[in-house]
């Protein structure tokens, strides 16, 4: 992890420049400090570590220090001369463009150690405690110590040009908050450029696919710049090295400790063997997993049978850590041509709605196991899919969709209800339900068994392609706004063929919800007459749905679709009119027969009696135009009268809103003061207002003309 630290000094250091080094690593007598009229100036957040400089670098394309690379400068307090070297890692924007080059306590400066053959002396030890390569005068002191002695020991040796304040990241240990410091150790490496290849080859011929594909480069960029991968670590839990020492230092790797004795006393004449303390990296174990736990290495059946996987789910942040560790290792130990899985599925961060990663530090994570206890584990796993949009990769979690979930779960259950309670169950044969045929089948019918089609279409590309969020969204609305709020409805009327369209429609959207919402699904599935079909106790035994199973009847799916716009229309005129509920106006559709059927769907579910059109400018008629009909509600002249007289009170409302937010939105102090969110509210909320008003207007003039 990495904390954000305050660093008590930023030092820069001046020492003395010469062209060659003194022998024996020892310097000239250049003359007091502060005589001195050349050198290099380097800046450092960690000056104990300047004990163990071994060079200093610049940019080889600086021309500040062209002229000076190759030549010796003087370390301050250790007098020890080392050279001046060019090398592209150093950022000559930064600092003073100069940078002292520690290859024992500093990754970057390593590499630069290791291009330039530098010494690597350890000035810091495994207790945190400076060593004797520091020089007398430091060893022993604590780092933090020794940090304050060299500050003082450069000011008064005049070394000192200046002091900063700087922050900067530190990586600190997770569990105590401790600096980590960086040392060189002996340690285990795997080479990694053969294992890279085929994993790489894997991604570019399509064998491996990440999901959203943007992820694939962050993939093949790690591999690309591969290197070798230290995986022995000095922790006691974990997977033992198997590696064993003699008592002259011989290495013997095997694997078990009697395969070890036995080489060692083939090799060495002996088995007196210590083994390695060390254990393996964990992402190293991780990487074993997808062929260890099928009982590799031996050639198990289930390791035949389940061996590649088709689709490993993870996060972005560990792709490197294990996804592609995983790929090179069950590329190299089992299947050299295949990954051990097709797909990787990517899942977005989580975010609070203020647009925070959740975190405990931040204490805005949340329990799930408290959003099971609250709303169940069905609305739980679909309120957060909802928020799940994969291009995104960005989940602001709201409680609210799981609410929302809950209560679509309970329209499920009471559809349910409904449905199972009609007594034309009684004739269905449980295992044996067959839809009639088109020719039996009501307007109602051929339209939701058409939108139930397209629902297959559109749920199942959108699993196949991991939109899980689409596929929810379209089965929430197949479910509750076509099944629930207008199938059921239409159903009310009896029909011959309701009962095994009911039964039918809500057996395919359990069997497609089911991947969702296993609990709900599962329970009301083994209640259906058609759970006799599927191969075993389970819907998710059950097969699944196909869309060419289905009929798609899109005219008659067409014109249920115009009788739902008129009956919204005539509707919306009755909530208009202030109309109660349990009046029955008259009402007309004009441009458009219907028959007996369809008039009495629209007459049950407007809760109108329809008549003949009335002829144009007719008193009391409120209109409304469609795409292709126009509805009237007649409400004689009394009922214009009010209506007229609502709508101006109305009208009055809608324009003082209007006016207080065009006021408010043209305050320059609210507009730059306000959250962004909050200013595009308001703008909603204006926009909302003036159309309404517009609304109101026409409906205004129309009744005002008819009147």
């Known amino acids: 992890t990495s904390k954000q630290l305050g660093s008590p000094a930023s030092l820069r250091a001046g020492g003395s420049s010469s062209d060659d080094p003194a022998p024996g690593g020892t310097s000239k007598q250049l003359g007091s400090p502060a005589s001195l009229r050349a050198g290099v100036i380097v800046a450092t ?154 994993g790489l080859e894997a991604l570019r011929d399509g064998r491996l696919r990440f999901v959203p594909e943007r992820h694939g480069r962050t993939y093949a960029q790690w591999l690309e710049n591969i290197r070798d991968w230290n995986i022995s670590r000095q922790v006691w839990w974990g997977h033992r090295l198997p590696v064993w020492y003699t008592p002259d230092g011989e290495i013997v790797v095997a694997e078990s400790e009697d395969e070890a004795k036995r080489s060692a006393r083939e090799q060495y004449g002996s088995d007196a063997l210590t083994r390695d303390e060390d254990t393996l990296d964990t992402w190293f174990s991780s990487g074993l997993w997808p062929f260890s736990i099928l009982g ?22 560990i792709i490197f850590l294990w996804v592609a560790r995983m790929v090179m290792l069950g590329m190299h130990f089992v299947d050299g041509e295949r990954p051990p899985f097709k797909d990787v599925l990517i899942t977005p961060l989580v975010f609070d709605q203020q647009g925070r990663k959740m975190s405990k530090s931040l204490g805005n994570s949340i329990d799930p196991l ?75 019918d051929r339209w939701i068994l058409a939108r139930l089609r397209e629902t297959v279409e559109t749920a199942t590309r959108a699993y196949e392609s991991y939109e899980f969020s689409t596929a929810a969204d379209r089965l929430w609305k197949f479910l509750w706004n076509e099944y629930c709020d207008w199938y059921l409805e239409a159903t009310k009327q009896p029909s011959p063929s309701r009962a095994a369209v009911l039964t039918t429609v809500l057996d395919v959207a359990l069997r497609l919800l089911h991947p969702i919402e296993p609990f709900i699904t599962e329970e009301i599935w083994q209640m259906l007459p058609q759970r006799g079909h599927a191969d075993g106790q389970s819907i998710a035994r059950a097969s699944w749905p196909r869309a060419e199973e289905l009929p798609g009847d899109g005219e008659a799916a067409a014109r249920f679709d115009q009788l739902m716009e008129a009956i919204v229309a ?113 703008r909603e909320k204006l926009a909302g207002y003036a159309e309404e008003l517009q609304r109101t207007r026409q409906r205004l003039t129309e009744l005002k003309a008819s009147s």
């Not at 200093?56 to 400068?73: I, N, S």
């Not at 059946?301 to 972005?316: D, F, N, R």
């Not at 499920?412 to 309670?421: C, G, T």
């Not at 009684?426 to 067959?434: K, S």
Request: proline residues 5%.
């Open 45 to 198: 957040t960690r000056p104990e570590t300047m004990l163990g400089d071994t060079a200093v670098a610049v940019h080889p394309d600086d021309e500040r220090y062209r002229a000076l690379v190759g030549k010796h400068v003087l370390l301050p307090l250790r007098n020890r001369v080392i050279p001046i070297v060019a090398d592209a890692a150093v950022e000559r924007e930064f600092g003073t463009g100069a940078v002292k080059v520690t290859p024992a306590h500093d990754a970057t400066d390593y590499d630069i150690g290791v291009r330039h053959g530098l010494a690597m002396p350890s000035v810091i030890g495994l207790d945190a405690k400076m060593t004797a390569e520091a020089g007398e005068a430091y060893q022993g002191l604590d780092r933090d110590e020794a940090r304050k002695r060299v500050v003082a020991d450069l000011q008064a040796q005049n070394f000192l040009v200046a002091t900063e304040s700087h922050h900067h990241s530190v990586a600190a240990c997770s569990r105590c908050g401790t600096v980590i410091e960086p040392l060189l150790s002996l340690q285990w490496f795997v080479k990694m450029e053969s294992l890279a290849k085929p």
């Open 296 to 317: 590799w290495p031996k050639e198990t059946k289930e390791l035949a049978a389940w061996y590649p996987t088709q689709v490993l789910i993870t996060a972005q942040e």
């Open 370 to 444: 408290d959003l099971i206890e609250k709303y169940g584990a069905d609305a739980t796993r679909l309120g957060i899919i909802r928020q799940m949009h994969l291009e995104s990769q960005e989940l602001r979690f709201s409680e609210s969709r799981c609410e929302e979930s809950r209560n679509f779960n309970n329209k499920i259950w009471n559809a349910a209800r409904y449905v199972l309670s009609l007594p034309d169950l009684a004739d269905l044969v449980r295992g044996a339900v067959v839809l009639p045929q088109t020719a039996e089948l009501t307007l109602a």
């Open 570 to 682: 005539l509707r919306r005129l009755r909530a208009d009119a202030g109309i109660p509920a349990r009046d029955v106006p008259q009402a007309s559709i004009a441009h458009s027969e219907l028959d007996a059927q369809e008039r009495a769907l629209v007459e049950r579910l407007a809760r109108v009696s329809l008549v003949a059109p009335p002829p144009a400018g007719t008193p009391g008629a409120l209109t409304e135009r469609l795409a292709e009909l126009e509805v009237a509600l007649l409400v004689g002249k009394d009922g214009a009268a009010r209506e007229i007289e609502r709508l101006r009170t109305e009208e009055r409302r809608l324009i003082a809103e209007v006016e207080r937010l065009e006021k408010k939105l043209a305050n320059a102090s609210f507009a730059l003061k306000a959250p962004p969110d909050i200013v595009q509210k308001e």
